[in-house]
């Protein structure tokens, strides 16, 4: 039998702002999001920023995005606090976005990955997630990406 979770997860709060800064900063040494970017991102429709919380604080955090003209959401971010990985939050993380944007109505999450970030690659590949696009030079350092995608409406677990 599993243990049960030691985090709860829910929708991100201005309150939340200074520790999602951190966990953005201590997370990605390129592309970060900014406070600014992550407060406008709480109050927008298009934008979904929900968060991983346990007796430590702000363990881990996801950003959605959505696109009026588009049954496809995006998932651009998605990060576990170093000392709280392994425990399943990012697995959890993953799959309260997914049925954030199914709640929505959409019909597919996305995501870009670095080709060389392992843990991230089989996370998603275990979850049912696709390759359907290999992106050279994607990133500012020069990094590949792949790009990948599932079916919201007919999931593959
Ligand atoms: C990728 C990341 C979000 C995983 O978060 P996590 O909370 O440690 O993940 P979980 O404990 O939920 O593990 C989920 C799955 O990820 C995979 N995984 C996690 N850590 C792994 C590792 N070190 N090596 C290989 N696979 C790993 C496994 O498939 C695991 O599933 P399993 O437990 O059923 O085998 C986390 O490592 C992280 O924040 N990394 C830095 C930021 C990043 O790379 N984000 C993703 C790209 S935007």
Redesign the pocket.
């Known amino acids: 039998m599993s243990e049960p979770a030691d985090f709860r997860l829910r929708r991100a709060v201005p309150a939340d702002l200074p520790a999602l800064v951190e966990l953005e900063r201590a997370?990605?040494s390129y592309d970060r999001m900014s406070e600014r970017q992550f407060r406008r991102h709480l109050h927008s429709g298009s934008a979904a920023v929900l968060v991983a919380e346990g007796e430590g604080g702000l363990l881990?955090s996801t950003v959605l995005f959505f696109r009026r003209d588009t049954p496809r959401a995006r998932?651009?971010?998605?990060?576990?606090?170093?000392a709280?990985?392994?425990?399943?939050?990012?697995?959890?993380?993953?799959a309260a976005a997914e049925a954030f944007a199914r709640g929505r109505g959409l019909q597919t999450l996305s995501?870009?990955?670095?080709r060389d970030?392992?843990?991230?690659?089989?996370?998603y590949?275990?979850?049912g997630y696709r390759r359907t696009a290999a992106l050279e030079n994607y990133y500012d350092d020069g990094a590949d990406a792949w790009r990948y995608a599932k079916s919201l409406t007919n999931p593959t677990p």
Do not use: D, P, Q
Request: charged residues 20%; proline residues 0%.
């Open positions: 997370t990605f881990g998932l651009y971010s998605l990060a576990t606090a170093a709280a990985r392994g425990r399943g939050i990012g697995a959890a993380l993953l995501l870009e990955v670095r970030n392992a843990a991230a690659v089989r996370l590949e275990s979850r």
